[in-house]
């Protein structure tokens, strides 16, 4: 089972940049996807953006297309999401998860994710 650590969220104004962190622990980082949820109060929580286990692919919620960055080194088991442009509704907590090696569900699915970090908090000011 691995275990996630995300921090780097903080308070930052329109059109600012934020880099989240999630480090992992256990020896089998480099086998899992790993993804990044978030999720505002009141809503559910949403997929952003998700990486294969080498780093050769990526995907992302059309909303943070061209404007996040999701990458993982593997030498240092832990993933990143790069947020520039960031605007209000990109307001809230940050997760990172580990996706199940097989798993009937899409990968834009919650469900699919076998573990999650705390989360860290992101807020957009305007």
């Known amino acids: 089972q691995v275990q996630l650590v995300e921090s780097g969220g903080g308070l930052v104004q329109a059109g600012g940049s934020l880099r989240l962190s999630c480090a992992a622990s256990g020896r089998t980082f480099s086998s899992y996807t790993m993804g990044w949820f978030r999720q505002a109060p009141g809503k559910e929580r949403e997929f952003v953006a998700a990486i294969s286990s080498t780093g050769g692919r990526t995907y992302y919620v059309d909303s943070v297309k061209g404007r996040f960055t999701i990458s993982r080194d593997n030498a240092k088991n832990t993933v990143f999401l790069q947020m520039d442009s960031l605007k209000t509704e990109d307001t809230a907590v940050y997760y990172c998860?580990?996706?199940?090696?097989?798993?009937?569900?899409?990968?834009?699915?919650?469900?699919?994710?076998?573990?999650w970090g705390q989360g860290t908090q992101v807020t957009v000011s305007s």
């Open positions: 998860a580990a996706r199940y090696f097989d798993t009937v569900y899409l990968l834009s699915q919650s469900l699919g994710y076998r573990s």
